[in-house]
């Protein structure tokens, strides 16, 4: 199928109620504007270079979000060019995005990212230390948090995701009760979206299932 069926088969799977992010790593431009003329309100991206050479010539309107591990050295570029920032890991990386958005007059829309599994070679702050980054977030003039993201591990059976999956529901379940705005739950990429939603993830960031496997 097409990049267009793929992307129109699975925004059918998903409802209305979940955000589809299309994934575009490693896909062009031409590739990109198929996906988002066939429907796709949100785009995905990993790196910061990537992005800004493909946003110079995309020509849609489309929600950007930044989805990859983010360094302080490119947090000034990383908020002219995203929307939304799903890969906030640390007050040191929060601070250096307050400072750059205050900078350029804006209130940036982040996510945390949780590192639930306690993945070594992963992004994201532990469990015992979310309350802090919370506080210090909650703290921050120009940032405005939004929800959680995690990366699950690539299990070889995927099922063993779902726990997962579960626990960081409850935790978002949690959170939410007493925070206003505080609305999205990203966690679920190709291999693994069916069963993020199945535990009450209501954003997806999905790439080969709609693009095919990455160009390198």
């Given at each position: ?56 010539t995309l020509d ?50 982040i996510l945390i ?104």
């Amino acid at each position: 199928m097409s990049v267009a069926e793929n992307f129109r088969s699975i925004r059918r799977e998903l409802g209305g109620a979940i955000k589809l992010v299309a994934v575009t790593k490693n896909h062009g431009v031409e590739t990109m504007r198929e996906a988002i003329d066939a429907g796709a309100t949100d785009i995905g991206e990993n790196r910061i270079q990537e992005a800004a050479e493909k946003f110079k010539t995309l020509d849609r309107a489309v929600i950007r979000h930044l989805i990859g591990h983010l360094q302080t050295n490119k947090v000034k570029q990383a908020v002219k060019l995203f929307d939304l920032i799903q890969s906030v890991d640390s007050e040191h990386l929060a601070a250096a995005l307050d400072k750059a958005a205050a900078a350029s007059g804006k209130v940036q829309e982040i996510l945390i990212q949780v590192n639930l599994a306690r993945e070594v070679q992963k992004s994201g702050v532990l469990l015992e230390d979310l309350d802090g980054l919370i506080k210090f977030v909650d703290a921050a003039e120009n940032l405005r948090l939004r929800g959680l993201m995690m990366i699950a591990p690539n299990f070889a059976e995927v099922e063993e995701c779902r726990p997962l999956f579960r626990q960081m529901r409850k935790l978002f379940d949690e959170l939410k009760i007493s925070r206003e705005g505080f609305d999205y739950l990203s966690m679920g990429m190709t291999h693994d979206y069916k069963i993020a939603v199945e535990e009450g993830a209501n954003v997806v960031r999905v790439g080969t299932a709609i693009f095919g496997e990455r160009l390198y």
